[in-house]
């Protein structure tokens, strides 16, 4: 069974860094694109980055382009979001998200980790 | 910038058809995009629908589907019911590894 176990969510204040954490089980890790989505509170979704799956292809939405670097560790079986310059605009529920094998959509989700930026 | 947009909301009555739609702010809409579909409801991670315009992720009922209509991708269900209540979002695959989500359509069944 596909699990994907997000961590790493807090309180921060702006300007602030964090890591957050996808732990993934149940399937090849290192054969599949990694994404991370994000969820502003009563907001819609919102695609923030992806990266392939030996970690040397990434891509940013602009939002968060030079701020954000998306990673991952193969051998441990673990995404990661660096989030640096934190605003209070990148409050959200953080995703991490696999790509559906072989094509250009999302598959399976993680429940989500909630990172709030404020002072 | 590209901006994917859907209905806000939409209503169905139970027992009926709805069809939501994925359009692009300029351009249409084709099956390059590669259209995916996601359904959520509250305080739930979201769940794969639809992939590659009109393929259902296994497990997902035969009542959803997914098509290109006109200039826009859409997710049709058929046969409503209650627990299909809940926010809808499209995402568009722009190419250069870059995806957008569309705005999401919160759908109420009544």
């Known amino acids: 069974e596909v699990q994907l176990v997000e961590s790493g969510g807090g309180l921060v204040q702006p300007g602030g860094s964090l890591r957050l954490s996808c732990a993934a089980s149940g399937f090849t890790f290192s054969t599949y694109w990694m994404h991370w989505v994000r969820q502003a509170p009563g907001k819609g979704l919102v695609w923030v980055s992806h990266i392939n799956g030996d970690g040397s292809s990434t891509n940013y939405a602009d939002s968060v382009k030079g701020r954000f670097t998306i990673s991952r560790d193969n051998a441990r079986n673990t995404l990661y979001l660096q989030m640096n310059s934190l605003r209070a605009e990148d409050t959200a529920v953080y995703y991490c998200?696999?790509?559906?094998?072989?094509?250009?959509?999302?598959?399976?989700w993680g429940q989500g980790t909630l990172v709030t930026v404020s002072s | 910038q590209t901006v994917v947009t859907q209905e806000p909301s939409f209503s169905v009555s139970p027992g009926g058809t709805v069809t939501l739609t994925c359009g692009l702010s300029?351009?249409?809409?084709?099956?390059?995009?590669?259209p995916s579909w996601y359904q959520q409801t509250p305080g739930q991670a979201p769940r794969t629908l639809i992939y590659?315009?009109?393929t259902r992720r296994p497990g997902v009922p035969d009542r959803f589907s997914g098509a290109i209509l006109g200039n826009k991708a859409a997710l049709t269900i058929t046969g409503a019911q209650a627990d299909d209540e809940c926010d809808y979002y499209c995402?568009?695959?722009?190419?250069?590894?870059?995806?957008?989500f569309g705005g999401g359509t919160k759908l109420t069944v009544l």
């Open positions: 300029s351009g249409s809409v084709s099956t390059s995009y590669h």
């Open positions: 998200a696999t790509i559906w094998s072989g094509y250009y959509a999302l598959g399976y």
């Open positions: 590659s315009t009109n």
């Open positions: 995402v568009l695959y722009l190419g250069s590894g870059i995806w957008v």
